[in-house]
């Protein structure tokens, strides 16, 4: 695979992914058809060694893996969810002639971002049908359907000296100037334009704005890749095409979890049973489990801050990592990041031995440092573990920005761990 063609496939991910549920299904999707076979929590297991399977848990987390006699298995984990603004339960609001929709912003929104954007509307939605089943099915609007104007400078005069975002009031798309409007209704229709005629009664759903912008090149050269999503589909997307390029001999998974962006405590997040309990039913055997597990790595891919140009002071200038420069090995020596020398010394062979850059990140001693998946797995599975990331500006941001090199640099490492 060229680096173009990754890209191009990266670009069309993006785009299809608008919510955890989505980049889910398109995931499963291509797993199913890279020849693995789809298990389901709730039924029994049969494996058989030699084939590869993948699981999902509430639509928005998928595990993927092969079943080798190998059990050195190389572990890659990312987050399908992204910051956003999610749609309230009871979110119509008619008011000042527009009928505008109320959201809760979900995990740490760069909430100025999101103002003058096109905006659609995405994710899943329950019904009851004429059998009396409650189904679920995910929707698309696509379509640019509510938009959050600015207020005018002529009316906040201070606007480009101090400005504040208010949540509750300020960050409400508006959709219509027709007060005819009715939420079920457009449920039912878009629904129906998913496929579903059948809908007896709507019942609750989970529902988030985003930019209707598409994925794209920028730069001279196309040195980058702007999207929404990039924190973290780049690296499902990494993670994802890595396992479908080994072989069913290679010992490898693919974890990508939901909530990362809101601490990951959550039935389908990365503090859940949802790795624990799928590596506990392909090993069933307690002695067999320990030793898998640490003879094992997990690779935890989030993204990494890449100096910012117009702001280098908010980076340690010996540990910060720029655009298209290779992968970043994440450091913190509060564990916030779960990287060791071990873990790292690893890393940086495979990379060595392909010729492949790194680079380190260490936040800033004086400043907050965040978290991610990879000390929430490590404690919970007692696995050796290494946080990497792929260097992005504007993370959070409701149009993220990274290199066109670095994503397809990292998935040459990963690739290298099988070798």
Same mark, same amino acid.
């Given at each position: 695979?060229?680096k173009?063609?990754?890209n191009d496939?990266?670009?069309?991910?993006?785009?299809?992914?608008?919510?955890p549920f989505?980049a889910?299904?398109?995931m499963?999707?291509?797993?199913?058809?890279?020849g693995f076979?789809?298990l389901?929590?709730?039924?029994?297991?049969?494996?058989?060694q030699?084939?590869?399977?993948?699981?999902t848990?509430?639509?928005s987390?998928?595990?993927?893996?092969?079943?080798?006699?190998?059990?050195? #298995?190389?572990m890659v984990?990312?987050?399908?969810?992204?910051?956003?603004?999610?749609?309230?339960?009871?979110?119509?609001?008619k008011?000042?002639?527009?009928?505008?929709?109320?959201v809760?912003?979900y995990?740490?929104?760069?909430?100025?971002?999101w103002?003058d954007?096109?905006?659609?509307?995405?994710?899943?939605?329950?019904?009851?049908?004429?059998d009396?089943?409650?189904?679920d099915?995910?929707?698309?609007?696509?379509?640019?359907?509510?938009?959050?104007?600015?207020?005018?400078?002529?009316?906040?005069?201070e606007?480009?000296?101090?400005?504040?975002?208010?949540?509750?009031? /300020?960050?409400?798309?508006?959709?219509?100037?027709?007060?005819?409007?009715?939420?079920?209704?457009f449920?039912?229709e878009?629904l129906?334009?998913?496929?579903?005629d059948?809908?007896?009664e709507?019942?609750?759903?989970?529902?988030?704005?985003?930019?209707?912008?598409?994925a794209s090149?920028?730069?001279?050269?196309?040195?980058?890749?702007?999207?929404?999503?990039? /924190?973290?589909l780049?690296s499902c997307?990494?993670?994802?095409l890595?396992i479908?390029s080994?072989?069913?001999?290679?010992?490898?998974l693919?974890?990508?979890?939901?909530?990362?962006?809101?601490?990951?405590?959550?039935?389908s997040?990365?503090?859940g049973s949802?790795?624990e309990?799928?590596?506990?039913?392909? #090993?069933?055997?307690?002695?067999?489990?320990?030793?898998?597990i640490r003879?094992?790595?997990?690779?935890?891919a /989030?993204?990494?801050?890449?100096?910012?140009?117009? #702001?280098?002071?908010?980076?340690?200038?010996?540990?910060a990592p720029?655009?298209?420069k290779?992968s970043?090995?994440k450091v913190?020596?509060n564990?916030?990041y779960a990287?060791?020398?071990?873990?790292?010394?690893?890393?940086?062979?495979?990379?060595?031995?392909?010729n492949e850059?790194?680079?380190?990140?260490?936040?800033?001693?004086?400043?907050?440092?965040?978290?991610?998946?990879?000390?929430?797995?490590?404690?919970?599975?007692?696995?050796?573990?290494?946080?990497?990331?792929?260097p992005?500006?504007?993370?959070?941001?409701?149009?993220?920005?990274?290199?066109?090199?670095?994503?397809?640099?990292?998935?040459?490492i990963?690739?290298?761990?099988n070798?």
């Amino acid at each position: 695979m060229t680096k173009q063609d990754f890209n191009d496939g990266l670009l069309g991910f993006l785009d299809a992914s608008p919510t955890p549920f989505h980049a889910t299904q398109n995931m499963a999707g291509m797993f199913l058809n890279a020849g693995f076979v789809r298990l389901y929590e709730e039924q029994k297991w049969a494996l058989e060694q030699g084939k590869k399977y993948f699981v999902t848990r509430n639509d928005s987390s998928i595990i993927a893996f092969t079943y080798p006699k190998d059990k050195n #298995y190389v572990m890659v984990g990312a987050h399908t969810d992204s910051p956003n603004l999610k749609l309230k339960p009871n979110p119509v609001i008619k008011e000042h002639g527009v009928v505008k929709f109320g959201v809760e912003p979900y995990g740490g929104v760069l909430l100025n971002t999101w103002f003058d954007r096109d905006l659609s509307l995405a994710g899943r939605v329950s019904y009851l049908n004429s059998d009396n089943i409650i189904k679920d099915a995910l929707i698309d609007a696509k379509k640019a359907i509510a938009i959050i104007p600015s207020l005018a400078i002529h009316l906040d005069r201070e606007v480009n000296e101090k400005k504040s975002v208010n949540a509750q009031t /300020d960050i409400t798309p508006i959709l219509s100037t027709s007060q005819e409007f009715n939420f079920d209704e457009f449920l039912k229709e878009q629904l129906k334009m998913s496929g579903v005629d059948d809908v007896k009664e709507l019942y609750a759903n989970e529902l988030s704005f985003y930019d209707t912008q598409k994925a794209s090149f920028v730069g001279l050269n196309d040195d980058f890749i702007a999207s929404a999503r990039v /924190d973290n589909l780049l690296s499902c997307y990494v993670g994802m095409l890595s396992i479908c390029s080994v072989g069913e001999n290679k010992p490898m998974l693919f974890i990508a979890s939901d909530h990362e962006e809101v601490g990951s405590e959550s039935a389908s997040g990365a503090g859940g049973s949802f790795l624990e309990s799928t590596l506990k039913r392909v #090993y069933s055997d307690f002695e067999e489990y320990t030793q898998m597990i640490r003879s094992s790595i997990l690779i935890s891919a /989030d993204n990494a801050h890449a100096i910012h140009p117009n #702001y280098p002071s908010k980076h340690d200038a010996n540990h910060a990592p720029r655009i298209n420069k290779g992968s970043v090995v994440k450091v913190n020596a509060n564990q916030r990041y779960a990287s060791n020398s071990k873990t790292i010394s690893r890393f940086m062979n495979v990379a060595s031995s392909l010729n492949e850059p790194i680079q380190n990140f260490v936040t800033r001693s004086d400043m907050g440092c965040g978290s991610t998946i990879g000390p929430i797995t490590a404690s919970r599975l007692g696995i050796d573990t290494l946080d990497v990331g792929l260097p992005t500006y504007a993370m959070h941001s409701i149009r993220e920005l990274c290199g066109s090199d670095d994503a397809y640099s990292l998935y040459k490492i990963i690739l290298g761990f099988n070798d």
